[in-house]
């Protein structure tokens, strides 16, 4: 393939069309709408909230207690990233049954059912459980 951008131009053997289908956020049905995901502030006690679109570097999370909602392929690559600078990880996936510890301070945890200030409840085999935490990040697509 004969390619000209900005640069120049390169033969290459392979293009590959990145453009993402990601643009609007999808909020998982526990959160409610009229909090604003995209503010990097805590207020009244609530988590930080953003999206995966947003998260740039694991490091802003040192020291902190993160949920990662969504154990798919962008929700498990992020927890492992943050992992290494995090208090503590939580992995929401709608699939598992009961939390398991996955990593020194990685927890794979059950689907994410409501918010309650800054502690999450989440479904944990036949009864709930939760965890306080400081960030919830929506890997929900």
């Known amino acids: 393939f004969r390619v ?3 640069e120049g131009e390169g033969v290459y053997d392979a293009v590959l069309v990145c453009n993402g289908h990601y643009a ?4 998982p049905p526990f959160l409610d709408p ?3 995901t995209h503010t990097d502030k805590s207020t009244g006690g609530t988590p930080r909230i953003l999206h995966s679109i947003e998260y740039d570097s694991p490091e802003e999370f040192a020291g902190q207690r993160v949920l990662c909602v969504g154990a798919r392929a962008s929700g498990a690559d992020i927890a492992r990233e943050i992992s290494k600078h995090a ?3 939580y992995l929401s996936d709608s699939t598992h049954v009961d939390e398991m510890r996955v990593e020194n301070n990685v927890m794979l945890v059950g689907r994410t059912t409501r918010l309650e200030g800054n502690r999450v409840v989440y479904a944990n085999g036949g009864r709930e459980d939760s965890c306080e935490v400081d960030v919830i990040l929506l890997c929900s697509g």
Do not use: G, K, T, W
């Open 4 to 6: 000209r951008h900005a």
């Open 24 to 27: 609007d956020p999808v909020l």
């Open 87 to 89: 208090s503590e990880v």
């Open 34 to 36: 009229s909090l604003n």
